[in-house]
């Protein structure tokens, strides 16, 4: 079993960036893919990016590519999504989740078992 817990939120302006957190506990973080989440007030949770157990296979919603990047560090139990350009639309809550098959990612929140609190991003002038 695991559980994370983001962190790295806060209040950026536009262009800015932020580097979001996801420290998990357990010892088998090695083994479980990774996915980062948002929910904008009103909007449904929606996919933002994904990693693989190793961090070699990643996947991002079209609306950051080429702007965020996620990572992982299995030997620190973190993972990390890098936010550049950010742009005010950015803004919601983030949150981790991970899921245990982690041989591939995962684009659909259904698919992972464990949810952190969550992190609140605002991207404003």
């Known amino acids: 079993q695991v559980r994370v817990v983001e962190s790295g939120g806060g209040l950026v302006q536009p262009g800015g960036s932020l580097r979001l957190s996801c420290a998990a506990t357990?010892?088998?973080?090695?083994?479980?893919?990774m996915g980062w989440f948002r929910q904008a007030p009103g909007k449904e949770r929606e996919f933002v990016a994904a990693?693989?157990?190793?961090?070699?296979?990643?996947a991002y919603a079209d609306s950051v590519k080429g702007r965020f990047t996620i990572s992982r560090d299995n030997a620190e139990n973190t993972m990390y999504l890098q936010m550049n350009s950010l742009k005010p639309e950015d803004t919601a809550v983030y949150y981790c989740?991970?899921?245990?098959?982690?041989?591939?990612?995962?684009?659909?929140?259904?698919?992972?078992?464990?949810w952190g609190q969550g992190t609140q991003v605002t991207v404003s002038s």
């Open positions: 357990g010892r088998t973080f090695v083994s479980y893919a």
């Open positions: 990693i693989n157990w190793s961090g070699d296979t990643t």
């Open positions: 989740a991970a899921v245990g098959t982690g041989g591939s990612y995962y684009i659909h929140s259904h698919e992972y078992d464990y």
